[in-house]
Every structure is written in structure tokens, then in C-alpha cells.
């Protein structure tokens, strides 16, 4: 027999929705600094990269101390998947299991503008819910959702020159 459970409130819906993209925050933050570290200091994307990876780190921390003051929990094993989650996500079969592909920085462009993306709606979503709860500071909110559309336009710059220098000499 099937035991009846009481219905989510709104509270707890944003609960989950923001641990949601904690977790996502989470392997952003791994994932930026990964591609950070691979980029050789020559390369002329290495100062935009590093630069990158700290401001998804401090998105991160602007996350975490808005579900502070909305008293929301962190729930850590959903933090602590997400990590994980990025760790095994290098593991890819491109045949080769101690180096990156040549096409790691391209795919992990992508996968880090997809999560940017993401990151902004949840900006977003916080920004409409601001305007009813005074926890919620619009302002600040408005500078995230700024910072991830300068984000996003960063990523989709590299992602292209990328894409540029990978594949155009191997298309006929």
C-alpha cells in the first residue's frame, strides 16, 4: 500500500531548486578550473580562463549565502554527487586515458555555456522572487544575472575560436 505524502510547499520546492543548481554551481566551479589548469600560460585564452573560473566560484559563494539568508538547507550529498559527477565526466572513452583529447576544450566550452546558461535562469527565476520577498536583494541579483550573460558571451568567443582551429582544417 502506498503511504500518502504531504504535498511540497513552495518553500520546499525552492529548497530543491536551489540545491539543484548548487550541485550545478558545484561542477561549474570544478569544471572551470579544469579547464584553468589545462590551458597552457602561453595560450591566449589562459588569463580569461583563470578569470572565469574565479567568477564561477564566487557565483557559487553568492548562491550559498542566498540560501542562507532564505533559510534554505544545503543539501551536501546532492553537492557532493555533482563533484563527483564532474570527476567521472572526465573519464571519457576517446581513447586516450592519461591525456585530453583535442577536443576536450571544445566539449567542456560547451558543457561550462550550457551550465552558465542554466545558471542565469536560476538568476533569473531568484530575480522574479525578489520582488516579492525583501530577503532577496534585486540589485545584486541584477549584477549576477549581468555577470552570467558576460559569462555566456566569453564562453560562446572561446567555444567558436575553438571550434575554429580544431575543425576547419579537417573539414573538405
Given at each position: ?13 525552492l529548497g530543491v531548486y536551489l540545491n539543484d543548481h548548487l550541485a550545478g554551481a558545484?561542477a561549474g566551479a570544478e569544471l572551470s578550473r579544469r579547464m584553468a589548469a589545462s ?28 540560501m542562507a539568508r532564505l533559510n534554505i538547507p544545503l543539501r551536501s550529498y546532492k ?94
Open positions: 500500500m502506498a503511504m500518502k505524502t504531504a504535498p511540497r510547499t513552495g518553500r520546499d520546492l558545484t590551458t597552457g600560460p602561453r595560450e591566449a585564452a589562459a588569463g580569461t580562463l583563470k578569470n572565469l573560473a574565479a567568477e564561477i566560484a564566487a557565483d557559487r559563494g553568492s548562491l550559498i549565502e542566498i553537492v557532493f554527487a555533482a563533484w563527483a559527477g564532474e570527476k567521472v565526466g572526465r573519464l571519457k572513452l576517446n581513447r586516450r586515458l592519461l591525456t585530453r583529447s583535442p577536443l576536450s576544450s571544445l566539449e567542456e566550452a560547451e558543457i561550462l555555456w550550457l551550465g552558465v546558461e542554466g545558471k542565469a535562469a536560476g538568476w533569473r527565476t531568484l530575480r522574479v522572487l525578489a520582488e516579492r520577498d525583501a530577503r532577496l536583494d534585486i540589485r545584486v541579483l541584477d549584477e549576477l544575472i549581468a555577470r552570467a550573460a558576460r559569462q555566456s558571451a566569453t564562453l560562446e568567443n572561446l567555444r567558436t575560436n575553438l571550434a575554429e582551429q580544431l575543425l576547419t582544417d579537417n573539414v573538405g
